[in-house]
């Protein structure tokens, strides 16, 4: 049962460059997230997607493309990446979005942007 | 709007000594809140929850939490610290509108042997 898993997991992109990070899960889960992870900020949710082609902005969606053709995946691009961009991003997935849901996470992937 | 406040961002304990993290929420709708724990270079995963049913919660590795509606805090403490258990840990609530879960900004636990 491979969960949850995100790649790369490593990536090293030059500013103004288009970067897609991948998200897949095994379990069918209708919700998924994608976090991004700084110092001093803890994570804050870029975007979320209810079930496939249905998703919606979270705190700090600018400069993030996401798009979900099936439930498996939720992939998030960088259209143009930026210095500030520069962070680790995590996806994650839950069964639904009632409040108690638990959320289960990806490793994340580690992006640095010169 | 939901938030957190986990208070400290590192806490150091020897090992063996009482764990306590804490965290304060704000919340204009009956909580649901969360401790989630993150090992080095892995993502986060879930200690304990509390919903509703029973106010001292138990986890995972031994930790508990327990939630104090009057103080609106959930600490997260465990008797004997082991130096497996330094991580950074997170406190959340759940959220509204588009936020559906609204994280602390983490607490770093160092164990010292």
């Known amino acids: 049962d491979a969960g949850i898993t995100q790649s790369p997991r490593y990536k090293i992109t030059e500013t103004g460059r288009q970067v897609t990070l991948m998200c897949h899960q095994t379990?069918?889960?209708?919700?998924m997230f994608w976090y991004r992870q700084d110092l001093g900020h803890g994570l804050r949710l870029i975007y979320y997607?209810?079930?496939?082609?249905?998703?919606d902005k979270g705190e700090v969606p600018d400069g993030y493309v996401v798009s979900r053709s099936k439930t498996e995946n939720f992939p998030l691009t960088l259209e143009s990446a930026t210095r500030s961009q520069t962070s680790v991003y995590f996806c994650?997935?839950?069964?639904?979005?009632?409040?108690?849901?638990?959320?289960?996470f990806g490793p994340g992937t580690r992006l640095l942007v010169l | 709007a939901q938030s957190v406040t986990q208070l400290g961002s590192h806490v150091s304990v020897s090992e063996g000594a009482l764990v306590l993290l804490r965290c304060n929420y704000s919340?204009?709708?009956?909580?649901?809140l969360f401790w989630y724990v993150q090992y080095p270079n892995q993502g986060l995963q879930l200690l304990l929850k509390?919903?509703?049913?029973?106010?001292l919660v138990k986890g995972i590795n031994g930790f508990e939490a327990e939630f104090k509606k009057s103080e609106t805090s959930f600490h997260l403490t465990k008797p004997s610290a082991h130096m497996r258990d330094a991580a950074e840990y997170f406190c959340?609530?759940?959220?509204?509108?588009?936020?559906?879960?609204?994280f602390g900004k983490g607490t770093r636990l160092s164990v010292i042997a």
């Open positions: 509390y919903t509703s049913a029973a106010t």
């Open positions: 919340s204009s709708v009956p909580p649901y």
């Open positions: 994650a997935s839950s069964r639904g979005r009632a409040e108690q849901e638990t959320q289960y």
């Open positions: 379990w069918s889960h209708s919700y």
């Open positions: 997607s209810a079930a496939a082609d249905i998703t």
């Open positions: 959340a609530v759940s959220g509204t509108g588009n936020t559906p879960l609204v």
